[in-house]
């Protein structure tokens, strides 16, 4: 079976316990009206679509260590995964001021638009209601991700330590989103490695380490194995975050679900910011400062930057940083292999590593 069909396959199984949890859940809420829409928001969202790449790393990694396929319970406790993802993307949409999430509104657009319609409040109040509810909507998903690991029916020892592996990769991942915002103020001007540090702690860690550690942890891995997995784990969210970067220009909004130039607006220093800055002319980062951290940017002023990019090579800089991450991976995945990590799951990490450096979404 090739990857684009294993991965289907995997995406599929992920999105049958995700629906099931969800409507384990809807019983909870009885008849009170906020709570089940806060409950309508919270299904939305999750069920929307996404490449369940989380998951899935943990899936792969407890097969690889184990050699057991097709295990329930891994498929269970995976689902804890898509959870702590949706937690970050409700707080990043409040954090970004994004409308716009997997082609439809982000959750506190929708929590605004109950409040607007049915409550009839005014528009100021009614996006104030949106973003605060949104906050708690992100935080009942990251109890649902302990809820999942806490009830997957694996040995105690395991399911404790891949909690504490979930709650560790929460607090990192949280210091990379402060990074990620003190590195956004005006007065600060982020260097490459302050920018790979920082996606480091927030992509490399809840994308591939984290769920493929915790998929190690239910499978009672070896410590050498989680340090190996590790080598190769932590390379491959980086190249996933910079392709990230990269097709958020490069991309079409039917592609990303979201505007594209979504990081300029925001005015993020992302490698290809970073290396514009010292290679641009006066007159071309003068263009970009026009766009940059401005949020009424118009599509033909984030097309002329784009040109602007392409000119001074900075696209071409973000694919070679990234084709070095990759180069790491593979790495990595070889002490994977020589450590006895089951041949299928090395045949599917390869192919995850092309499919990282070549994906449209």
């Not at 029916?153 to 915002?181: H, M």
Request: charged content about 30%; proline content about 2%; glycine content about 8%.
């Amino acid at each position: 079976m090739d990857f684009t069909e294993s991965l289907r396959q995997y995406q599929r199984s992920v999105e049958k316990r995700l629906v099931a949890f969800i409507e384990r859940k809807r019983g909870t809420y009885g008849g009170r009206e906020v709570e089940r829409w806060a409950h309508e928001v919270l299904g939305d969202f999750l069920l929307r679509g996404g490449k369940r790449l989380r998951a899935i790393m943990a899936i792969t990694a407890y097969e690889g260590a184990s050699g057991e396929f097709d295990d329930p319970r891994i498929l269970d406790a995976s689902c804890a995964l898509e959870f702590l993802d949706a937690y970050f993307l409700v707080q990043d949409d409040v954090i970004d001021l994004s409308d716009l999430r997997r082609g439809g509104p982000s959750a506190h657009v929708m929590l605004a638009d109950y409040a607007a319609d049915v409550r009839l409040v005014s528009p100021e109040e009614a996006r104030s209601f949106g973003y605060n509810v949104a906050i708690g909507v992100g935080d009942i998903f990251n109890a649902w991700g302990i809820e999942c690991l806490l009830n997957s029916e694996f040995p105690a020892e395991r399911r404790l330590a891949a909690v504490a592996t979930y709650n560790a990769a929460c607090e990192t991942i949280c210091l990379g989103e402060i990074k990620d915002i003190y590195l956004g103020l005006s007065t600060v001007t982020a260097t490459e490695d302050d920018y790979l540090d920082m996606i480091l702690q927030k992509t490399g860690y809840y994308v591939t380490r984290a769920p493929a550690l915790i998929g190690l942890d239910l499978a009672g891995a070896s410590a050498e194995l989680r340090e190996a997995m590790v080598a190769f784990a932590e390379p491959i969210g980086l190249a996933f975050q910079i392709r990230d970067d990269i097709l958020d220009l490069l991309s079409t909004e039917e592609e990303l679900g979201k505007p594209i130039g979504t990081d300029l607006r925001e005015g993020k220093d992302t490698l290809i910011v970073i290396h514009a800055r010292k290679a641009a002319t006066p007159e071309q980062w003068t263009e970009i400062q026009k766009v940059l951290g401005n949020h009424d940017a118009t599509p033909r002023q984030i097309m002329r930057v784009r040109e602007v990019f392409e000119e001074v090579g900075a696209f071409a800089h973000a694919e070679d940083r990234m084709r070095e991450q990759l180069t790491q991976a593979r790495e990595g995945l070889a002490c994977l292999a020589a450590l006895g990590l089951h041949e299928r799951t090395v045949g599917f990490y390869k192919g995850l590593v092309e499919f990282v450096g070549s994906r449209r979404h």
